[in-house]
Nanobody, 127 residues
Framework: QVHLVESGGGLVQAGGSLRLACAAS?????????MGWFRQAPGKEREFVAA????????YYAEFVKGRFTISRDNAKNTVFLQMNSLKPEDTAVYYC???????????????????WGQGIQVTVSS
């Protein structure tokens, strides 16, 4: 099992930046998990944002964040990051870290079905 804790959320003006971090802990090997970020806005379903492969060599993004968000991971520190630039009010949502020991990072794009979720962290972008 793995326990995920997000940090780095908050309130930012449109055009600003935030960097989310997700620290993983537990009696497991972090590098054995594909990692991803999802988000859920009020009244909407949870949606895929970005994912990174176990080695960090491959990354995948939703179309609406391409060129603005960057996902990365540090396997030595058991942490995955989401750098968010050029934020828009429509990026406002609760952001969730996700880990999966079986599915690939590419498969995370299809549906929000993963083995483990963080508790979520609020990101609010004001106009």
């Amino acid at each position: 099992q793995v326990h995920l804790v997000e940090s780095g959320g908050g309130l930012v003006q449109a055009g600003g930046s935030l960097r989310l971090a997700c620290a993983a802990s537990g009696r497991t090997t972090f590098s054995s998990y594909a990692m991803g970020w999802f988000r859920q806005a009020p009244g909407k379903e949870r949606e895929f944002v970005a994912a990174v492969s176990r080695t960090g060599g491959s990354t995948y993004y939703a179309e609406f964040v391409k060129g603005r968000f960057t996902i990365s991971r540090d396997n030595a520190k058991n942490t995955v990051f989401l750098q968010m630039n050029s934020l828009k009010p429509e990026d406002t949502a609760v952001y969730y870290c996700a880990a999966d020991p079986v599915r690939t990072a590419q498969a995370m794009r299809v549906a929000p079905i993963v083995g483990y979720w963080g508790q979520g962290i609020q990101v609010t972008v004001s106009s």
